[in-house]
């Protein structure tokens, strides 16, 4: 599900000055500037996330909010005075808002717990053994040979649903992005006007 954020530049007391006088948040091209300059704050900031957030198991990093700062598209024009910015990301969507996650009829979700798992699928080891809890929770081990029990490390939880809380802080603010719309905008028209009087 991609997050999309919209935003919606229709309070004329929040524009800077030149702006206000061009009246050029209407205009669908000093718009697309706006986008772009939201779209780029919201790539810094998912630049930041990767470089803050790392793996908290430790092990190989996937770079989540890298590959979300490369999902972030070039912006549409949303009359009358709007742009719109997708961020066409599955998972993105699901840290900003929160909820739970439910596996399909006959399967569990695989949560890893383990450096080594992090990143990967179940599927990808072939040493993993499944014990299940009476509440039809589990859990998957690695076999070791030398253990008396033959089992090992646990390296995933199964579950049949898990509730995730809802983390704003994914995105920028709606103040950080407008401000980023709004510097940007007012840099296009300044460049007009510079244009224009040589």
């Known amino acids: 599900m991609p997050l999309v954020p919209i935003m919606a530049f229709d309070d004329p007391r929040k524009y800077p000055p030149l702006l206000r006088l061009a009246d050029g948040v209407k205009r669908p091209e000093v718009r697309r500037v706006m986008g772009r300059g939201v779209a780029n704050r919201l790539r810094k900031h998912f630049t930041e996330l990767d470089s803050k957030r790392a793996n908290r198991l430790g092990g190989k990093r996937t770079h989540f909010y890298g590959q ?99 983390d704003p802080s994914v995105l920028p603010t709606d103040s950080e992005l407008e401000t980023a719309g709004f510097e940007a905008g007012e840099d296009h028209i300044q460049t007009l006007v510079a244009r224009s009087e040589r």
Request: aromatic share 8%; charged share 25%; proline share 9%.
């Open 68 to 166: 979300v700062r490369r999902s972030v598209q070039n912006p549409l024009v949303e009359a009358p005075d709007g742009v719109m910015v997708s961020i066409n990301h599955v998972g993105i969507a699901q840290r900003y808002f929160g909820g739970v996650i439910e596996a399909k009829p006959g399967s569990k979700l695989t949560i890893p717990v383990h450096p080594e798992a992090h990143g990967k699928r179940a599927r990808e080891f072939n040493d993993l053994t499944p014990i299940y809890f009476p509440d039809g929770d589990g859990i998957l081990v690695r076999e070791n040979p030398a253990s008396p029990s033959g089992i090992g490390e646990v390296y995933y939880l199964l579950r049949q649903r898990v509730e995730q809380k809802a």
